[in-house]
């Protein structure tokens, strides 16, 4: 049973959640067939990395490995209800272990893929597999804590590996002219675009998490060959030209416009480029939506109605820019609109409130029987985790 948050052991609540995760997705227990799912597992793989941190215990490290193993031979690989077998790239078994995510990977949906004569059905599409763009760069961003943590190269190269695929497979140029575009959904194989239209932050997910590797990888001193992402960056910078908004009132899209900001600060702190018009669009971006957010009085809807990972994404990026004001602070002659970054995130500050609101909310057992939690639990905890243990999704 998960502890209140006024015991006051945030980290003990985060390992409680994290054991049971691991337990009941078949990680940690023999017994139970896996059950494998991207965007949670990246955050899940990020959450262990940060209790090894905490605790000193070796045993979340090894389950964060294990959850890559887990994840790369589950969703790198063919469904089992599917025609086609082996690794999802083609390639044959010894190759695609050395190279698990050079086909990219599948997202872990409860139904096959839509088959190319079957009518579009937007309803069923979410509950049916094949790859989106978004859950491949948090798995990306994971890839690349683990070598981080680690010192192991490997899983940096397997994130650029899985970049390159995603990016060839996911853009596209109009017939007619004009920037590159983005598909939202693709098939397993990334032959065929599921759902043509641009997920709206895409293109800044891509140019922010390839950036994130590539700065990994420019102090190797024997780089391997094809592992440069220079010109895939280029492309996402092209797309998120000037002139786009990033303005949304979904909690779960502007926790991750605050989360994108931090990362743009870490590698700003870390000398990889100069993004300072990047990162107070994304601030005062940011704030118009939350500003929207907080006006429909949110967290006075029933637990039955609301949904615990969005709002959690949202409690991550205000923790985010708590972080992203200790940088800022700290390095007040590398930002050079400094001023102005410090009162955008003073003002965002103000409801770092809701962060405890949120926890508190859903932290509390009878809000956790509602069909709203249960129907989606494994990732709705694993979020609460990072929520609650943040350093390990949001560092880089």
Not at 238 to 261: E, F, H, I, R, V
Not at 309 to 327: C, D, T, V
């Amino acid at each position: 049973m998960l502890k209140p948050l006024n015991s006051g052991n945030d980290g003990g609540t985060a390992r409680g959640i994290m054991l049971e995760f691991a337990d009941a997705t078949g990680l940690s227990s023999a017994g139970k067939p896996p059950r494998r799912y991207l965007w949670t597992d990246a955050f899940a793989v990020c959450n262990f990395l940060a209790l090894d941190r905490q605790t000193g215990d070796a045993k979340y490290k090894l389950l964060a490995l294990r959850l890559v193993d887990q994840v790369h031979g589950i969703l790198g690989r063919h469904r089992g209800d599917d025609r086609r077998t082996g690794w999802i790239s083609g390639l044959d078994d010894r190759e695609g272990q050395m190279h698990p995510t050079s086909g990219g990977l599948r997202i872990g949906k409860i139904m096959n893929e839509r088959k190319p004569a079957d009518p579009f059905d937007e309803r069923l599409e979410w509950d049916r597999d094949g790859q989106y763009y978004h859950y491949l760069t948090k798995w990306m961003h994971a890839l690349n804590c683990v070598s981080r943590i680690t010192g192991d190269a490997a899983y940096n190269r397997w994130a650029i590996e899985l970049a390159k695929t995603a990016h060839a497979g996911f853009t596209y140029a109009p017939p007619i002219g004009g920037r590159k575009r983005m598909y939202w959904k693709m098939s397993i194989d990334l032959t065929r675009p599921l759902v043509p239209s641009m997920g709206h932050p895409d293109p800044l997910d891509g140019f922010i998490t390839y950036s994130e590797l590539q700065a990994a990888v420019r102090n190797e001193l024997r780089k391997p060959t094809g592992l440069d992402l220079g010109v895939e960056i280029a492309d996402m910078a092209a797309m998120c030209s000037k002139g786009m908004s990033w303005t949304t009132d979904d909690p779960l899209g502007m926790g991750g416009l605050l989360s994108d900001a931090y990362r743009v600060g870490q590698l700003m702190v870390q000398g990889y480029f100069d993004q300072g018009e990047l990162l107070e669009d994304l601030l005062s971006s940011s704030l118009m939506g939350l500003e929207s957010f907080i006006r429909k009085n949110p967290f006075a809807i029933p637990a039955d109605r609301r949904l615990a990972f969005r709002e959690f994404g949202l409690s991550i990026g205000l923790r985010a820019a708590g972080k992203l004001r200790g940088l800022v602070d700290e390095h007040p002659g590398l930002f050079g609109n400094a001023n102005r970054l410090h009162s955008a995130i003073e003002t965002l500050m103000r409801y770092e409130r809701f962060i405890e609101t949120i926890e508190k909310f859903w932290l509390e057992p009878a809000n956790r029987e509602t069909g709203s939690w249960t129907e989606h639990r494994d990732i709705n905890g694993v979020m609460l985790a990072t929520s609650l243990a943040p350093d390990g999704f949001l560092s880089i």
